[in-house]
């Protein structure tokens, strides 16, 4: 079963991207952070085995750091824009165009470092026996949806960013008729205090961590 894969994600520009970082990374620490996240995320699908592979950017996909990951791709990674419309609009526009094509499609955010290419490989081989798959986030919001075909209503008017929207997503499943699994639950790095669960690889954690102000 041919399977698409999605990363989502927002340019990371200074000012605009990890804005809640701000406080403890400032605006160029916090859009470099993003931009590292960004690129973690890029470098698990590449050690995929999905087709096609995008990566899906608001608002455009010309920052360099967008760039810079179709080249370490070696062309295995197309670069697309999210275009218009809230985030549940924007979302369901990518899956319902990946659908046209394959079988299934897994989008995954770039904020939650803990989606590794085995995480990835887990969520496909859930969506060979169920409707859709969810990595919830330990914050009450979602890390990865994977679909097998358009749900709409799991993304109509959406309270976004609340801790209520993976509660929220299993209402609407239900409520669509899907058959879905959840799989274990990673941390989004939204929050300074997020930093603590970066995984002890990280490059640059100490740096990071010394960034939080005292407890």
Do not use: Y
Request: aromatic share 4%; proline share 8%; with cysteine.
């Amino acid at each position: 079963m041919s399977t698409a894969l999605i990363v989502f994600a927002k340019a990371p520009v200074a000012g605009r991207a990890k804005t809640r970082m701000v406080p403890a990374l400032g605006e160029q620490g916090a859009a470099d952070f993003a931009q590292q996240l960004l690129l973690h995320a890029v470098q698990q699908a590449l050690q995929t085995p999905f087709d096609p592979l995008t990566l899906c950017v608001t608002p455009d996909a010309s920052h360099s750091a967008c760039v810079q990951a179709q080249a370490l791709s070696s062309g295995r990674l197309h670069l697309s824009s999210q275009g218009e419309g809230d985030l549940g609009q924007r979302m369901h526009r990518a899956l319902e165009n990946a659908l046209r094509h394959s079988a299934s499609v897994l989008l995954m955010g770039s904020d939650a470092p803990g989606l590794s290419a085995g995480r990835l490989a887990e969520a496909a081989q859930a969506l060979r026996r169920h409707d859709a798959v969810f990595i919830p986030a330990h914050d009450g919001g979602d890390a990865l949806v994977g679909l097998r075909r358009p749900a709409p209503g799991l993304f109509h008017n959406m309270r976004w960013s609340t801790a209520q929207v993976m509660a929220d997503t299993r209402n609407r499943a239900r409520d669509a008729g899907l058959i879905w699994q959840e799989l274990a639950p990673v941390h989004d790095m939204d929050e300074p205090a997020d930093l603590r669960h970066l995984p002890p690889d990280w490059p640059g954690r100490p740096l990071l961590l010394n960034a939080l102000p005292s407890p």
